[in-house]
């Protein structure tokens, strides 16, 4: 184990801020499988192309309104205007067919999704990683050096956490989301309309992935294969937080970035192995994961 | 299975097969013909891909036996096609001299390494697997899959890590494509067969049971997690075979092999072809693998291709392309039934799994 | 009298703040036929998922033929010769009847695990008697999900008696059944009893099957027995007819 407080803070921002991302993409997750009972395969491909998205918007900006780091702003609210659009279509067009089959029939056709955004993906930006530069200088912590923009991240990260638990427990459409999750049938006894509330947590899902697409961007390089690589682990972190659970989607975020970031200590390079051993270790003892409850299964 | 065995009155037409061996034998003797018939085929390119359509097919078959015959959803069912093709291939690697020369023995007994590993492999997972049912087994088979998967990935010292283990180069004999295909046919048909015979027993009703009614299965007697737990060894195994011959015809193994994408493969294969036919994840890898194996030859954006295709398939033909075939023979039968004389009383009581 | 085959001894069975089962004692004989009655929620599915493992007692002890099968998996208590129908009828619905009903003789001969064997060869007159005895005769290339309400009970019965109990346990056997079919099970069910020599346990709603085929009536109500005799007894006693029988008493 490193004694420097330098290192371990690097490790604690690096964990922390990948707890983030994990949450952003997770929540939307955790909360279409909670209310629809949907493992949505392609979330994190939809991510992928709010990233690429925002990275193509913030260059047009650039290029005619010329360079300035905010202009990524902009970029980002109005992409994830556009992913909420493209989540209700999905929904309305596609997703809403599937409600009635079986899992493995769901995976399929999420997993078809991932084909077909992926393939675009590359006919649109290529091979590429893209990232956005912007001119941010690092600061001294202690003995090393960390990237204010961290402090955005995690920012983000709270604020979203917040404004989700906002809108689930203080507005009259979250309540009734959260309804959902707890019984549908009470939910469409109260006259609510069920395919509307459905559509609207799936954009809101894809919305805020394509949203933290583009707050990463600074400092992560997308990819193609990332959102392989990403799926499954919030799928890790869903199932471990407990599905439709937003505290423990954000708890298990918390834990799995933080134990990712540390494990370089103990294990370099089995950091994903460690977190599947959590999770197989979730799995046997509670099925239904630290903050869900015992209910469908 | 599906028809009687009535007489027939049009022998030799598909219909009339049909009628005689009913859908799994009309499907057995179809690929079985066809696949004898592929190195006939210009170029070397069909056999390499008819040599993936066995190994693949064979993997999602064994996955069936979880899937469609027990009913519950394996989406781990790559680690033990991997850790098939892994004990070959380190056992490969440990005979394999300084020349790299690897003898016929010594090859088969890489080979055969794989069935006691993958059935070691599968017996653990299950063990915690069978406690749970539905969506929890499919997500705890998942996350094994993936700790088997980054365990193989990062232990650099014993497997080459995510290098994988390249240069197997199996006997003289068996470089050649078409007699390594031959080779791959007998065992992937001996193991078919060895498959329909497990479906076909009490063993395999005991699964069917398993899949309708468990509590109703528990109080008749049978013991759920024990009957589980075997199975779930048994296709674990047979996944484990596929494994072993990928190696030593890809001359390298890689961790892709025990991955989720590659244990999404056999989902996809089976419910292509149709997870309530013996035959149907066959049929399936033989439409996935080609597609993907051609279309990749025509296009670079082949995935978009099989992404359109797939999303076509499982939003218009549910039940997979056999029980499109089956409904439509059935209905054919029917009516040419009906013609010829309208005495029948007793319909064929259509089966859930053949 | 016969054998002992049943000895239920202090039962209880809470379900949170409810008392299901309230020391319940019961004991049977080789050959009985018994009947509980009660109104609905007083404890008899609740006993018969005590009975065949498949909730786990609270106190109390179950000795089947001499043997403690308290607590057992439903399988072993299967296996030791308690077959159960089901008020609702728990079926294979994907197979057919014969499929059905094979299956279960095959589990009976201790065939569940064997891979090699040809299930189409394997207890297959054994299966042909019971489909048989069960009036599923016509019914047997049928896929089980598509029989009637009626013939479904029936086949529920013959997965019952595929397993050659020793007792019979059955929750409301013609419940759903027409007038007919319900003559038809009771007198299939009386002729099990009496020829076959097995003992049957059965909850029943109606009363006039109940005081026809039982030879002992029990009267069970918020989980404790009130009162155990014969037909006549239990008609007679003045607690059956003001709990059980209703305000018209």
């Known amino acids: 184990m490193p004694t420097d407080i330098g290192s371990i803070l690097i490790q604690l921002f690096s964990g922390l801020s990948r707890a983030m991302m994990l949450f952003l993409v997770s929540s939307g997750l955790s909360l279409i499988f909670g209310v629809m009972n949907i493992l949505n395969f392609a979330h994190a491909t939809l991510w992928l192309l709010g990233g690429y998205l925002t990275y193509t918007l913030f260059q047009l900006f ?79 912590v202690f003995d090393s050096y960390v990237n204010p923009y961290f402090f955005v991240i995690i920012a ?20 009734i989301v959260r309804a959902a999750v707890y019984s549908r049938d009470m939910v469409s006894a109260l006259g609510i309309r069920i395919p509307t509330i459905y559509a609207g947590v799936f954009a809101l899902g894809i919305a805020i992935a394509a949203f933290s697409a583009g707050v990463f961007l600074p400092i992560m390089p997308i990819g193609l294969g990332l959102d392989m690589d990403l799926i499954i682990q919030c799928f890790a972190v869903v199932v471990i937080g407990g599905f439709g659970s937003i505290l423990g989607t954000f708890v298990a975020s918390i834990i799995v970035g933080i134990v990712y970031a540390f494990s370089i200590f103990i294990w370099p390079g089995g950091a994903l192995a460690i977190i599947f051993l959590i999770l197989v270790a979730v799995l046997i003892w509670r099925p239904w994961g630290l903050f869900g409850t015992e209910m469908r299964y | 299975m599906t028809s009687s065995a009535g007489k027939s009155k049009k022998k030799g037409s598909i219909n009339g097969l049909y009628r005689q061996a009913g859908l799994t034998g009309t499907i057995a003797l179809i690929l079985g013909i066809g696949f004898l ?79 006691p590993v993958s059935a070691m492999g599968a017996l653990v997972v299950g063990f915690f697997c069978v406690r749970l049912t539905g969506i929890y087994f499919a997500l705890l088979s998942l996350a094994f899959g993936e700790l088997v998967f980054y365990v193989v990935f990062s232990w650099y010292g014993f497997t080459g890590g995510d290098d994988g283990i390249q240069g197997l180069m199996p006997p003289p004999f068996f470089r050649d494509t078409v007699n390594y295909y031959y080779f791959t046919l007998a065992i992937v048909a001996i193991a078919v067969v060895v498959l329909w015979r497990i479906t076909q027993s009490p063993f395999g009703y005991s699964l069917r049971m398993l899949r309708e009614n468990q509590q109703r299965a528990a109080f008749l007697g049978i013991n759920v997690r024990l009957c589980m737990l075997v199975n779930f060894v048994i296709a674990g195994t047979f996944a484990g075979v596929a494994g ?22 056999p989902v996809f294969m089976t419910l292509i072809g149709g997870a309530s036919f013996f035959g149907g994840p066959m049929v399936g890898s033989v439409i996935y693998t080609a597609l993907n194996s051609y279309v990749t030859r025509f296009t670079m954006y082949w995935p978009l291709t099989i992404g359109v295709i797939i999303l076509f398939l499982v939003l218009f033909v549910p ?26 009383g007793s319909a064929d009581g259509r089966e859930g799994v053949q | 009298m016969s054998r002992k085959i049943l000895e239920v001894t202090g039962l209880n069975k809470h379900f949170g703040g409810l ?91 201790g065939k569940a695990f064997d891979v090699f064997g040809r299930a189409d060869k394997i207890g297959t007159e054994e299966t042909e008697n019971i489909v048989d005895l069960c009036g599923l005769d016509k019914r047997i290339r049928i896929v089980a999900g598509e029989l009637s309400q009626g013939d479904k009970k029936k ?56 005081f026809n085929h039982a030879h002992r009536v029990a009267l069970l109500h918020n989980g404790e027995i009130i009162v155990v005799g014969t037909p006549e007894q239990v008609r007679m006693n003045e607690t059956v007819q003001r709990i059980y029988l209703g305000e018209d008493a």
Request: aromatic share 10%.
């Open chain 2, 244 to 265: 072993a011959l990928w190696g030593p015809f890809q001359r390298s193994v890689s961790p892709v092999l025990l991955g989720w994408t590659q244990s999404g493969i």
């Open chain 1, 156 to 175: 983000a990260g709270f604020g979203v956490a917040g404004g989700l638990w906002w809108f689930l427990h203080r507005t009259r459409y979250g309540k």
């Open chain 2, 319 to 344: 039940g997979g392309i056999l029980s499109v075939v089956d409904a439509r023979m059935a209905a054919y039968r029917r009516r040419r039934e009906s013609d010829a004389d309208i005495s029948a």
């Open chain 2, 37 to 115: 018939l592929v190195p006939l085929l210009p170029g070397e390119f069909p056999v390499i891909v008819a040599v993936e359509i066995l190994i693949l097919g064979l993997f999602a078959m064994s996955f069936n036996l979880i899937y469609g015959y027990m009913g519950q959803i394996s989406f781990g069912h790559a680690a033990f096609f991997g850790l098939g093709a892994y004990a070959t291939a380190l056992m490969f690697r440990a005979f394999q001299g300084a020349t790299g020369e690897i003898g016929y023995l010594d090859f088969f007994l890489s080979l055969l390494s794989a069935v």
């Open chain 1, 62 to 140: 650039s290029n005619t309104f010329g360079d300035h780091a905010l202009l990524i702003v902009p970029a980002i609210v109005i992409v994830t205007g556009i992913m909420f659009v493209l989540g209700w279509v999905l929904e309305r067009v596609l997703i809403r067919r599937m409600y009635a089959r079986e899992v493995p029939e769901q995976l399929l056709l999420t997993f078809a999704l991932i084909l077909i955004f992926g393939d675009l993906i590359k006919l649109i930006w290529g091979v590429q990683n893209r990232r956005i530069f912007l001119p941010i200088e690092p600061i001294a």
């Open chain 3, 19 to 109: 008392h299901a089962v309230k020391d319940f004692n019961l004991e049977l004989f080789e050959g009985d036929s018994l009947a509980i009655i009660g109104p609905n929620g007083a404890g008899k599915t609740t006993l018969f998922n005590l009975l065949t493992g498949y909730h786990k007692v609270d106190s109390g002890s179950i000795l089947f033929g001499g043997m403690d099968i308290t607590n057992r998996p439903s399988h072993e208590i299967a296996r030791a010769g308690i077959s159960r129908a089901f008020q609702i009828t728990n079926i294979f619905p994907k197979l057919t009847v014969f499929e059905n009903v094979r299956s279960a003789v095959q589990t009976q001969m």
């Open chain 3, 155 to 210: 086949l529920e019965l013959a997965l019952a008696l595929a397993g050659k109990p020793k007792l019979l346990l059955l929750d409301e056997p013609t419940a759903g059944m027409s007038l007919e079919e319900t003559r038809e099970t009771m007198i299939l069910v009386d002729r099990l009893n009496e020829e076959f020599n097995l003992t049957v346990l059965f909850t029943e709603h109606d009363m006039a099957v109940v």
